[in-house]
């Protein structure tokens, strides 16, 4: 699945939004499809010359109508680090 996403500028690579988007896609397949699991690979960032490959895997439920786990898997690289003190 190519995918894209915009906010104040072009983030190479969303694991939290290819999670929710892998998810309700894995509720959109036939409930005859039981548990799964559903592979999904997602590709970031091309366009603008960092690719991200990111994997996810969901698991449903037994009636196949609620998920019960997503798995969420690739590579990253450190783009900055901090520190909150509460």
């Not at 892998?22 to 690979?41: D, I, N, Q, R, V």
């Not at 990111?54 to 998920?67: A, C, P, Q, S």
């Not at 590579?75 to 901090?82: D, L, R, S, T, Y």
Request: hydrophobic share 35%; charged share 30%.
């Amino acid at each position: 699945i190519r995918t894209r996403m915009w906010g104040s500028r072009e983030d190479p690579g969303t694991g939290s939004a290819s999670s929710a988007l892998c998810a309700y896609l894995s509720l959109l397949e036939e409930s005859t499809k039981g548990k799964g699991p559903f592979e999904y690979h997602l590709v970031q960032g091309v366009e603008m010359g960092r690719r991200c490959d990111i994997f996810v895997t969901v698991t449903r439920t037994e009636d196949g109508t609620k998920i019960e786990k997503v798995e969420l898997s690739g590579q990253a690289v450190k783009v900055m680090e901090g520190v909150i003190d509460i």
